[in-house]
Nanobody, 129 residues
Framework: QVQLVESGGRLVQAGGSLRLSCAAS????????MGWFRQAPGKEREFVAA????????HYADSVKGRFTISRDNAKNEAYLEINNVKPEDTAVYYC??????????????????????WGQGTQVTVSS
């Protein structure tokens, strides 16, 4: 079992930046690939970004490429999502996800395997225009 706790969500003005954090506990953090998803009001949860267990491979949704950066610190058992030039359409609850690295054949396949992993409770990001 992996416990995930997101933080860093807040009200931010369009054009600003923020960094979300995901603190993991319960299992060996470096054994898991990590992902971020988001769910906007009235919409389905969507994939945002994923990072391999080592931090050496990444995958981003096309809609966030160039503005979002995923990273991790295995020594701190944390994953991060940096969002730059935030837009009103980034308003959503952001969820952290962990899937064991042996379950992920490739990083682009991460969204398909997230359902087999663990989820945090989410952190709210609200962007004002």
């Amino acid at each position: 079992q992996v416990q995930l706790v997101e933080s860093g969500g807040r009200l931010v003005q369009a054009g600003g930046s923020l960094r979300l954090s995901c603190a993991a506990s319960g299992q060996t953090f470096s054994a898991y690939a990590m992902g971020w998803f988001r769910q906007a009001p009235g919409k389905e949860r969507e994939f945002v970004a994923a990072i391999s267990w080592s931090g050496g491979s990444y995958h981003y949704a096309d809609s966030v490429k160039g503005r979002f950066t995923i990273s991790r610190d295995n020594a701190k058992n944390e994953a991060y999502l940096e969002i730059n030039n935030v837009k009103p359409e980034d308003t959503a609850v952001y969820y952290c996800n962990a899937v064991h690295r042996f379950q992920i054949p490739t990083m682009p396949s991460y969204p398909q395997y997230a359902k087999f992993g663990f989820w945090g409770q989410g952190t709210q990001v609200t962007v004002s225009s």
